[in-house]
């Protein structure tokens, strides 16, 4: 969604779409440590419903999901929301083909690797969501 002009990352909702427990806990931690609100989707599918029911302001999106992959959860909001913003955060590795298709969708913002560092990450989403970090 478009950035009203506040830099406080409580107005911004981030959908999380990760299956690995641990991994979402520790997302979940730091990103409502950045200020971020934050709702999660443990498969593609529940992704896919959670975007549209919500209309997060961001989705941070895992490649490897159940049900539907982050591929499909993608070709899903092509067409249909292309306005919200996509970060790939994938354990996968990908090949640099596939990784500039992935970049070459409208929503996909960034693409990151895991492990990711949790500082850089969150200072992605800020500067895509127009945020700053709380005092």
């Known amino acids: 969604m478009e ?30 440590k950045e200020g971020f609100r934050l709702a999660k989707a443990a498969d593609g599918d529940e992704a896919i419903d959670k975007a549209r029911t919500l ?6 999106l895992d ?7 982050g591929f499909e959860v993608l070709r899903e909001f092509r067409d249909e929301a292309a306005e919200i913003p996509v970060v790939i955060l994938t354990g996968c590795y990908s090949d640099p083909t596939t990784v500039g ?28 969501l127009g945020t700053r970090r709380p005092a």
């Open 55 to 60: 209309r997060p302001d961001l989705i941070l």
């Open 63 to 69: 490649l490897m999901l159940p049900r539907r992959s």
């Open 3 to 32: 950035n009203t002009g506040s830099h406080d990352p409580g107005g911004k909702l981030i959908l999380l779409g990760e299956d690995d427990k641990t991994m979402m806990e520790a997302l979940d931690t730091a990103l409502h």
């Open 101 to 128: 298709m992935l970049r070459q969708e409208p929503n996909v913002k960034d693409f990151l690797l895991k492990p990711v560092e949790l500082r850089t990450l969150a200072d992605r989403l800020h500067a895509l």
